[in-house]
């Protein structure tokens, strides 16, 4: 094969997506973040419901 009949590498789209893949990468770990942050909130708020419960029944 000569080099005008090689196929050339597109950069440009390999770029793209790489930065896709990035973007659904980090989008993943916010969503799993918020999660956790919300189960964390929710635990918290269980356990001053149940230490104001127990408090309150002294």
Do not use: F, P, W
């Not at 956790?36 to 635990?43: Q, W």
């Amino acid at each position: 094969m000569s080099t005008t009949e090689e196929k050339r590498v597109d950069y440009a789209e390999l770029y793209h997506e790489m930065v896709r893949a990035t973007e659904k990468a980090i989008d993943i770990l916010i969503e799993a973040q918020r999660r956790c942050e919300e189960l964390y909130i929710a635990a918290c708020e269980k356990n001053t419901t149940e230490k104001s419960s127990a408090e309150a029944g002294d």
